[in-house]
């Protein structure tokens, strides 16, 4: 640690510290991974290190790299197509052509694998090794051509390899591969670090502290006021004079780590020394010390202090002699532990009396806690007197306690006798060291004198939206008068009549006069000291014509007459209810106040009474004569009359309606001491006259009178609807009169013109004003006109509007395709499948000699009243409509039929239902599925469809609009797909390859391709050719004689299919295939069918110092030279018979043998070597290779020529 301050000529600073920078061995891919900090420990120091900088130390980053390099293809094995056996063959020999194949060029033999035939004359097979790697982003020229390389592949088996052609086998030629592709970031980072690190050296120690009277967790706690003793013991690691400690020092500091100084103790050359730094002086007093070393390893040291700063913590370390000029081998600093110093004596928060009576009080503390986390709370002392005079009279309570408690103390005032007036009480406390005993807080103490309380007198107010009014009416006796079951407030008051009380409850008491049982008792309640309180209460809730509703807001104190600014008046509002008619009562309150568990009442045997309190629920009588009158033409004088029994009228008016009641108008007073009034009418009009009168409660009513009727106006009526644009079939017109005069129409008569108002015929009379239906029925523009007579004599004519009466034609619906064999749609996507996302187009395509159907459907709308006679769907060869040609089907209620001169050459009628009748979206709805099938020799026809609805009136009359386009095509395809087929196999693996292509079908187009694939014996007599009718086109399955698999259709529009014809398919000798298509309606053609022979056997000799001996010609071979019979067979052979020439086999015996292949396999290669004969002579020669498979076999006879012998040249001497 870095001794701040301290500049001892004896101490070398930086043998105890110094500051270094580091790279740290970690390395990093991402520099923002590196670590702010790094902790340094080497060489006996330690310390934190700051990164200073993030340091690449390796790789690069990310690069585009391009590239262009050369590869070598081969070119090999001319080939010619045999047109009998559909192989490709060598020229002059047989077989397939080899899938791999070994080369070997300038010294090295590597394979390559087929990837493509060309053809000119002949076939020149490509290859290609297939071991470069594969890269993104590239392509590859040939003789300057580029082509595109799939990002997923390079040079293989399955790619094709561009490049001129060669007429030479074997010829090697270059193409060029060039690209480019990102490298990876391969940088790393490294952090660089520096700071100061610290000597520690280990030292072994001890140490303690005296004098210090309180200790807790937070160290050991003195009084900034006294001394106090610490003192350490320590010896070096080595026992010798030479390493001896001989300076022990101490630092002290404050809780957040601030040094303030240090305190130098040390024996040298035997003398006691001691020395302070820093700011020690001002926080430390240093009284007394003391330094001894015991022996040459062991040093004591004892300091006496004392501190003025709270919170100090002590460390120490020591350093030891090296030689007598100076020393250099120091400790590091050690924790010793935390001395906190306390200066301040204890306080509190708050101090209260509570619990006041006359014979005592309590007195509470809280939170009496040690000042600024001093050393705490010891105790707590009160100190009780009266009138300032404690000396005679005082009493001491003293309690334990500890920093946060809330205290309380109970003081007796029977000391005092009781006294009721002013005491004190005086707080004090001491803490843990001993600060304190000054007087905390002073409390001064009232107690209270109690008497009874008094009452004045109450109000009784209107309820005024739940709150107190106005009062209620008071007659001249000084009666208050209610309504009966209407809500009223009475005020209560009390009187506190000490300034040391309050009024704590108010009780208020209605009972009945006649039946004083009948009564309800009412409270009110404010807690001592309280200004308000929401608290009433009923002691008894009797059910009876007295009600208590509930208060208006809160009891509450009264603050003008004062007592400690609370008030001695309480006052608070009850609210009642009366609920019986024509009733007296008597109210009365009274005043409680409780103290000390005492009740002090300002009536101890009643209540005071205040208010006589009546109900009236009866509004006054009013009365009219006459009350009503009937149809006159004379003014009308109608007397009124009023009275109230109880509480008295208070006002009257009246108001008149001459639309008997309808609206009325301003209301007109009447003179309240008058008890009658005449009022007068003479105006047109049915009368009504209605009086308003109130009492003094507010009880009132209305009375109405009437009605008095006058008739002064003509009669009139209105037609429904009055006129018409369009009406189908007839119209309905009701009528109704009427009379705005009142009297009522006596009769009323009508007239009909046909010919829009021209001339008129008289047709019928109804009496009274009841309402009638006329009936138009004619086709034709059509008025009425009627005459009213009302029962006073008054006449009126009104004519309607006209009516314009027809036939109408049916609407349209629609028209939809039920059932068909195939929709078109969009190939968007270009696969020939339909995908979600592509449309359909509304082209259908039906099969000859297939059923489909057609829905057809037309309506009116149902304000006509009646529905569509028939439904027509009409076939428009190549989209022209002919009416006497065009193929038309129809239908009606209960009867379907065709029409059209066209229609039985290209369809067939299915149909035999009748319409069907349906409402809906108020529309009255025909509808129909018309059925039929297209006829064999329609294939090709393309008809758009058409459509109508119409509507039969009278017994021959037709009517509908044009025929309606529905832009539906349909199509008929009675022919089958066309196209090629073609079947591969590679003899190695008999892996098959089933390709369609060229699948054409120009009508509803293809559907799907398939593969049906039996096992075939070429030497059963049963039938082996396909038949179509095998092909159902639909799944996919395979059982013990049939398989049938779907061709993939690729991007070229080819099919295609690969299996194992052996595994997959039937362990058979043969298998026969057969590619069979079949377009979108279910027409069905065989494209091609081929039988693949699945047990094969190829053989060929060659020379067994050349294996790679590809020729077509048969090898030349030398009398005594070793060849290798190469014999491969496909279709798990059982057996091998080799059958040498005679002139050959005579010579040696042992070349014809029987080779058996255990195990079975799908394909084996046979290598049989052999020596040709010496001396067999120069010819041509042929092998007989016979292959067996259960009982079947296959044949091979390879050849090869005998020319020279390996003798020749050969010289032997004999001795």
């Not at 262009?68 to 020229?91: G, L, R």
């Not at 501190?307 to 030891?320: C, E, H, Q, R, V």
């Not at 009867?895 to 299915?910: H, I, K, M, Q, V």
Request: proline share 3%; hydrophobic share 30%.
């Amino acid at each position: 640690m870095l001794f701040i301050g301290l500049n001892f000529i004896y101490i070398k600073v930086e043998a105890e510290q110094f500051y270094t920078t580091i790279v740290n061995n970690q390395e990093y891919t991402n520099p923002n991974d590196i670590p702010s900090t790094i902790y340094y420990d080497a060489g006996g120091y330690q310390g934190t290190l700051y990164l200073q900088e993030r340091r690449q130390v390796s790789g690069e980053e990310s690069r585009y790299i391009e590239y262009s390099e050369p590869v070598s293809y081969v070119v090999a094995d001319f080939c010619v197509w045999n047109k009998n056996t559909y192989y490709m063959n060598y020229v002059g020999s047989t077989g397939m052509l080899p899938d791999t194949k070994s080369v070997t060029q300038n010294g090295y033999t590597f394979t390559v694998s087929l990837v493509d035939k060309d053809q000119t004359h002949l076939y020149i097979t490509k290859y290609a090794a297939a071991n470069y790697e594969v890269r993104k982003h590239s392509s590859y020229s040939i003789n300057g051509d580029w082509f595109t390389v799939s990002e997923t592949a390079w040079i293989g088996s399955s790619n094709v390899v561009h490049g001129a052609q060669y007429h030479t086998a074997d010829h090697y030629y270059n193409a060029r591969y060039s690209g480019w592709y990102l490298t990876n970031d391969t940088r790393r980072y490294k952090g660089v670090y520096a700071g100061t690190v610290y000597n520690n050296r280990p030292v072994n120690d001890s140490y303690g502290i005296e004098e210090s009277p309180f200790s807790d967790y937070r160290g050991y706690w003195v009084n900034s006021n006294s001394s106090f003793v610490i003192w350490s013991r320590a010896y070096a690691e080595t026992r010798n004079d030479y390493y001896r400690p001989n300076r022990i020092y101490f630092s002290l500091q404050n809780q957040s780590g601030y040094e303030y100084g240090a305190i130098l103790t040390s024996i040298w050359q035997e003398m006691n020394y001691y020395r302070s730094t820093g700011n020690i002086v001002n926080e430390a007093k240093l009284l007394d010390k003391y330094f001894s070393n015991e022996g040459n390893a062991t040093a004591n040291s004892r300091l006496r202090m004392q501190l003025a700063k709270d919170g100090m913590k002590i460390n120490y370390k020591f350093t030891s002699s090296k030689d007598a000029g100076g020393y250099s081998e120091a400790s590091n600093w050690k924790d010793m532990f935390t001395v906190n110093s306390d200066g301040y004596g204890p306080t509190l928060d708050t101090v209260y009396a509570e619990n006041i009576t006359p014979s005592g009080f309590d007195v509470v503390v809280k939170n009496v806690r040690d000042v600024n986390s001093g050393s705490g709370l010891k105790s707590v002392q009160a100190k009780t007197y009266i009138n300032g005079d404690w000396q005679n009279t005082s009493i001491d309570q003293n309690v334990n306690a500890k920093d946060g408690d809330t205290l309380k103390f109970h003081i007796d005032t029977s000391m005092w006798n009781n006294f009721t007036g002013n005491y004190t009480v005086d707080i004090r406390a001491w803490d843990n060291v001993g600060n304190g005993g000054d007087v905390l807080y002073s409390l001064p103490v009232y107690v209270p004198y109690w008497t009874t309380p008094s009452t004045w007198a109450n109000g009784v107010f209107k309820d005024n939206n739940g709150a107190p009014g106005e009062g209620v009416y008071t007659d001249s006796y000084g009666y208050k008068w209610v309504k009966p079951n209407e809500n009223f407030f009475v005020g209560a008051n009390g009187k506190s009549n000490s300034k040391d009380q309050q009024v704590n409850e108010l009780h208020t008491l209605i009972y009945n006069v006649d039946n004083q049982s009948e009564q309800q008792l009412v409270k009110a309640g404010i807690p001592r000291g309280q200004v308000w309180a929401d608290s009433f209460w009923q002691d008894i809730k009797l059910v009876n014509t007295i009600q208590f509703v509930g208060n208006y807001g809160s009891a509450r104190r009264n603050d003008k007459m004062e007592m400690d600014a609370k008030g001695l008046n309480m006052e608070s509002y009850f609210k009642f209810k009366l609920t019986k008619d024509n009733m007296d009562y008597y109210q009365g309150t009274k005043a409680l106040c409780i103290d000390g568990g005492q009740y002090y009442w300002s009536n101890d045997w009643g209540f005071d009474m205040y208010n006589y309190i009546k109900t009236d629920g009866t509004a006054p009588t009013v009365s009219f004569y006459p009350e009503d009158n009937d149809w006159t033409n004379s003014e009308i004088e109608v007397n009124t009359y009023i009275s109230d029994e109880r509480s008295g009228v208070k006002t009257w008016e009246y108001r008149t309606s001459s639309n008997n009641g309808g609206s009325y108008g301003n209301w007109i007073s009447i003179d309240s001491t008058k008890n009658s009034y005449d009022i007068k009418l003479s105006s047109q009009g049915k009368w009504m006259i209605q009086i308003r009168a109130t009492d003094n409660v507010g009880n009132s009513n209305i009375v109405t009178s009437g009605p008095y009727k006058i008739d002064r106006t003509e009669p009139s009526g209105t037609f429904t609807p009055n006129s018409s644009e369009l009406s189908i079939l007839e119209q309905k017109v009701t009528f109704k009169p009427s009379d705005e005069g009142g009297s009522g129409v006596d009769y009323w008569e009508y007239s009909i013109s046909r010919d829009d108002g021209e001339t008129w015929d008289y047709e019928s009379r109804y009496y009274g004003d009841s309402q009638e239906e006329i009936l138009l029925t004619d086709i034709a523009k059509c008025k009425i006109q009627v005459t009213i007579k009302d029962k006073a004599g008054n006449t009126g004519i009104v004519t309607s509007g006209t009516y314009n009466i027809i036939v109408p034609d049916p609407l349209n619906g629609k028209l939809v395709m039920k059932k068909y064999d195939f929709q078109e749609y969009e190939d968007l996507n270009g696969n020939g499948e339909k995908d979600i996302n592509e449309p359909l187009k509304p082209v259908y395509w039906v099969k000859p000699e297939s059923e489909f159907r057609i829905y057809t459907e037309g309506y009116f709308p149902s304000s006509y009243g009646i529905y569509p006679t028939r439904s027509y769907v009409l076939y428009a060869r190549d989209g022209k409509v002919d009416l006497s040609k065009s193929a038309r089907q129809y239908s009606e209620e209960k009867y379907s039929g065709t029409d059209g001169d066209e229609y039985p050459d290209y369809f067939y009628n299915l149909d035999n239902g009748g319409l069907d009748f349906s409402n809906k979206d108020d529309k009255n709805y025909i509808s129909h599925t018309h059925v039929a099938k297209a006829i064999e020799e329609s294939h090709g026809s393309h008809f758009k469809l058409f459509y109508i609805s119409s509507f039969f009136h009278g017994p021959i009359e037709e009517y509908h609009s044009d025929y309606k386009d529905s832009g539906i095509w349909l199509n008929v395809d009675g022919k089958p797909p066309t196209g090629n087929g073609l079947v591969e196999i590679d003899y190695k693996t008999l892996n098959m390859t089933i390709t369609a292509n060229d699948i054409k079908d120009s009508d509803s187009g293809v559907n799907s391709v398939w593969a049906m694939i039996y096992p075939y014996d070429p030497d059963s007599t049963s039938e082996n050719s396909a038949n179509i009718n095998d092909f159902d086109g639909d799944t996919e399955y395979k059982n013990s004689d049939k398989m049938k698999k779907k061709l993939i259709r690729e991007s070229n529009g080819n099919y295609k299919f690969e299996l194992n014809a052996y595994d997959d398919a039937f362990k058979s000798e043969m298998v026969k295939v057969v590619i069979c298509a079949k377009d979108n309606v279910g027409n069905k053609s065989i494209i091609k069918e081929e039988n693949v022979d699945l047990f094969t056997l190829k053989a060929r000799i060659v020379p067994l110092n050349n294996m790679d001996y590809s020729s077509n010609n048969p090898p030349t071979l030398e009398e005594g030279q070793a060849a290798v019979l190469i014999m491969e067979v496909t279709g798990e052979v059982e057996r091998l018979d080799i059958e040498f020439s005679h002139d050959l086999s005579e010579k040696d015996g042992t070349l014809n043998k029987t080779i058996t292949l255990n195990p079975l396999e799908k394909y084996k290669r046979v290598d049989n070597n052999f020596i040709v004969p010496l001396y067999c002579g120069e010819d041509r020669y042929i092998v007989e290779v016979v292959a067996h498979r259960k009982s079947k076999e296959r044949y091979a006879s390879p050849e090869f020529i005998v020319s020279d012998s390996v003798l020749n040249g050969i010289k032997t001497r004999i001795r």
